[in-house]
């Protein structure tokens, strides 16, 4: 639950939970109601304000089995897919659903509207879900006489991460909030059926019978190491507020302890699906990542690029892999992992995700044993002209660096560019990235969206990944200011 107060009616209870607000109910720092169920004794006034979705087996290393996070839901009457599970314990029926995933996920939240017991529907993804053909039908109440409850579903962010109760690995549950459209653009070409356009991730006006949504240019967001999507709160509310109405997808992919171990492949492959399954990502997105999901944003541009990114900007992204280990911070043992790396044969070590972009000093075995960053970087002799291709497409490519980054290092990995070969690991020692072979060779085109303008190399002050909200609202938050020129207006206009 999300708080426990008194009050004297159970209609002063539902008010609590449909008005959540900054304080007594909700976490100062957020002040964003997260309240999706309320329950009332009125033997002693108890109310009990609920938070429903991310149920799932969410250990202290986080969701292993991930089966939390590979499952679209929401509340009855309400088709827009959550990328979260609710109440997966209380089933009350499962059925087999074809097709796409919207029309998976289409087809169970009409099968849940049909029940009149069903109170939550959830539906299996592409995810490697070993259930994505199954729907699933929840109930999350039990009134009786003791008690009274109700659901009201789902908001658009969770604030209680600071407490870290109930849920700490979801938020932005929502990808756009439809109350700040002011341009309204057709969604799925004016769907007539308020279930349908929802399922679809867009925005439905009951009173015009209209499917609609933004032109912004959809933003999605990759996680790093370890990371949790409520980390990219603060992101999201500063795009939220300059861009209105923009769809930003949050990607929930091995969020927490997971993304450490876990290898780079199957997190790139879960990342292609997402992308490749949310219809609003077809006409193309920007891409934005921090630390390793950083990399990972770049490989997908390196590696698929379908759909397109428009505008890549990664944070403190290990680009040209480590050196040092970095989720050790005790500098000796950084040493001694790095000296013995190869000794201990850390491009192989199983559970592992940065062995997998892991760089070294020797050029021979770094090339002989690298599982996946030489293949991403196109470092092998016979060059794949397809990666090289897909880069050069971008319309602008941002990388920056913290100026006191101690976990990529070196920091300048961010810029394509590490130490040379054999050393030394000194700051003063890494190559200038425009005279790096890769650059000069233009392996990853950079050296052409150098040319052409579309390449920005830049530090910000502060350690890994801990810039100040004034640079990237001043830097990176230009990046996302453009628009789709495919879309179909509407004809009106929707002001807040």
């Keep these: 639950m999300t708080a426990t107060l008194t009050t004297q009616t159970a209609e002063e209870c539902n008010d609590a939970c449909v008005h959540q607000k900054e304080g007594l109910w909700a976490p100062k720092k957020f002040g964003v109601p997260n309240c999706e169920a309320w329950q009332f004794t009125p033997k002693d006034g108890t109310c009990q304000l609920r938070q429903l979705t991310g149920e799932g087996k969410v250990g202290i290393l986080g969701d292993l089995t991930a089966d939390s996070w590979k499952r679209h839901s929401n509340f009855r009457g309400d088709c827009t897919p959550l990328w979260v599970d609710i109440a997966p314990k209380l089933t009350i029926a499962k059925s087999r659903t074809l097709g796409t995933q919207q029309e998976r996920d289409l087809a169970c939240c009409r099968a849940c509207s049909a029940q009149p017991s069903c109170e939550a529907w959830s539906q299996g993804t592409d995810m490697d ?24 579903g789902a908001g658009y962010r969770d604030t209680d991460y600071p407490a870290k109760k109930p849920k700490p690995y979801y938020t932005e549950r929502r990808n756009m909030v439809c109350s700040d ?14 279930d ?3 399922s679809y991730g867009c925005c439905w006006d009951d009173g015009t019978k209209e499917c609609f949504r933004s032109n912004w240019r959809p933003v999605a967001i990759m996680h790093g190491m370890g990371s949790r999507l409520v980390e990219y709160e603060k992101n999201i509310m500063w795009l939220r507020k300059t861009y209105p109405g923009i769809y930003i997808k949050n990607l929930n992919i091995y969020p927490g302890p997971p993304s450490q171990m876990t290898h780079m492949l199957p997190m790139m492959t879960q990342i292609e699906r997402a992308i490749k399954s949310d219809p609003m990502l077809k006409d193309g997105f920007n891409f934005y990542g921090e630390s390793q999901g950083g990399l990972q944003a770049r490989a997908y541009v390196s ?8 505008n890549l900007v ?20 950084k040493q001694i992992c790095a000296d013995g790396a190869v000794i201990i044969r850390i491009y192989h070590w199983p559970r592992c995700s940065f062995c997998d972009y892991w760089h070294g000093l020797d050029e021979k075995k770094y090339l002989e044993h690298s599982q996946w960053l030489a293949d991403v970087n196109n470092a092998r002799e016979q060059k794949d002209e397809k990666i090289t291709a897909r880069m050069k497409s971008l319309n602008f490519y941002m990388a920056s660096a913290g100026s006191d980054d101690k976990v990529v290092q070196p920091r ?7 130490w040379p070969w054999g050393g030394p690991q000194k700051e003063s020692a890494v190559m ?4 790096t072979e890769s650059y000069k060779g233009d392996w990853l085109g950079l050296k052409t969206l150098d040319e052409q303008g579309k390449l920005e190399f830049n530090m910000y002050e502060g350690g890994h990944t801990q810039y100040n909200s004034s640079w990237w609202q001043s830097t990176v938050l230009p990046m996302f200011n453009n628009k789709l020129s495919t879309l179909q207006p509407l004809g009106t206009s929707y002001m807040v």
């Design 303 to 310: 590696l698929v690029n379908d759909p397109p990114v428009h």
């Design 181 to 194: 459209v002011q341009s309204r653009y057709a969604c799925v070409n004016g769907a007539a059926q308020r």
């Design 314 to 333: 990664a944070i403190s992204g290990p680009q040209e892999g480590v050196g040092l280990c970095p989720t050790i911070d005790m500098p000796g043992l």
């Design 432 to 435: 200038d990235w425009r005279k």
């Design 196 to 198: 349908t356009c929802e």
């Design 412 to 418: 300048e990995s961010a810029w394509h560019t590490f």
């Design 129 to 152: 879900d070993k259930e994505m053909n199954t729907c699933f039908l929840r109930s999350l109440t039990k009134p009786d006489t003791k008690h009274k409850s109700a659901v009201i």
